[in-house]
């Protein structure tokens, strides 16, 4: 599979792009033997929606940190790319101004700032604008009715006393009014039951139908949220590199097989992607990987 062609039929460049990333946590000390991400390697497209499974322990939440530059962990080998520049030295602030959003699978608490302040001060920031905390509550009214949020929600202190629910919740209306141009979704259904997995989920689709370039990446544990968001490919996470990527069918797959099917030597390893050269050559031409 090839790239969409520009007007003047050159490959378009993807979005968003990690090359043979390496990374470990910043106090380890012995090397290549500590590192969590070994030589991971993806391609979102403008618009894509990239889900990423895995067991616990194989890195996914480490990848969604490192993306962001969390000061936790170091990148030891490779680089990211977003939108053609290389960003791998770029500081979190930076990155997130720049147009990647990514939505913690455990939000913080943050005591004495409202929901409200947070918004508008993140919106400041991220793309210049200086509204008015009337103006922005208005904005924010209709995505917290999409969202099933009460009206009293942005005054409340962020994150604090929150139920999951409502934590998850608020990630999603701050990627709608933030508007990103790549979204990282850390286990956004964690702690969810179905209820609010549908509202989350709903959110998510309605937010892509107003940004329909905006890419995503959907790191997650389950199926259930890529039954409600049917991802355009998904990939399998394990010890710290993608053994496999494919579409629903590789969800359903690992549904059936379990990720010990996907482990070396497992069944679930015919259907890995290409050795490490093969791969190069893919993002070489402009393919995703």
């Known amino acids: ?18 090359e043979d990333l390496h990374a470990r946590p910043v106090e380890s000390v012995d090397g290549a033997g500590s590192e969590i991400l070994r030589g991971l390697s993806l391609e979102v497209g403008a618009g894509e929606v990239h889900a ?5 322990g194989s890195g996914k939440s480490t990848l969604a940190s490192t993306l962001l530059a969390s000061p936790e962990y170091e990148v030891t080998k490779g680089r990211i790319v977003f939108q053609g520049d290389d960003i791998t030295d770029w500081p979190t602030d930076v990155r997130a101004k720049s ?15 409202s929901v409200i302040q947070f918004l508008r001060q993140a919106l400041s920031a991220r793309k210049g604008i200086d509204l008015s905390v009337l103006e922005l509550r208005l904005a ?14 942005v005054d409340r202190y962020l994150n ?34 179905i209820d609010a ?8 689709r309605e937010v892509r139908a107003g940004r329909p370039n905006m890419g995503v990446v959907l790191i997650t544990h389950y ?10 490919h998904v990939h399998i996470l394990v010890d710290g590199r993608i053994v496999a990527s494919g579409g629903m069918e590789l969800a359903a797959q690992l549904e059936r097989d379990g990720y010990e099917a996907f482990r070396p030597g497992g069944s679930g390893a015919e259907v890995a992607p290409a050795p490490e050269a093969e791969t190069a050559a893919a993002v070489a031409v402009g393919g995703p990987t």
């Open 1 to 18: 599979m090839t790239a969409p062609s520009t007007p003047s039929g050159a490959p378009s460049a993807p979005l968003f792009r990690i």
């Open 52 to 56: 990423i499974m895995g067991p616990n």
């Open 99 to 113: 147009g990647i959003f990514l939505a913690f699978q455990y939000p913080q608490e943050i005591a004495g700032v």
């Open 140 to 153: 924010t009214m209709d995505w917290m009715k999409r969202l099933g949020m009460d009206s009293s929600f």
């Open 160 to 193: 604090e006393g929150f139920s999951g629910g409502e934590k998850k919740r608020n990630e999603i209306m701050q990627m709608a009014i933030l508007e990103p141009e790549l979204a990282i979704l850390d286990e956004t259904d964690s702690g969810l039951d």
């Open 197 to 204: 997995l549908r509202i989350v989920a709903k959110g998510i």
């Open 223 to 232: 199926q259930r949220l890529l039954d409600e968001l049917q991802p355009d």
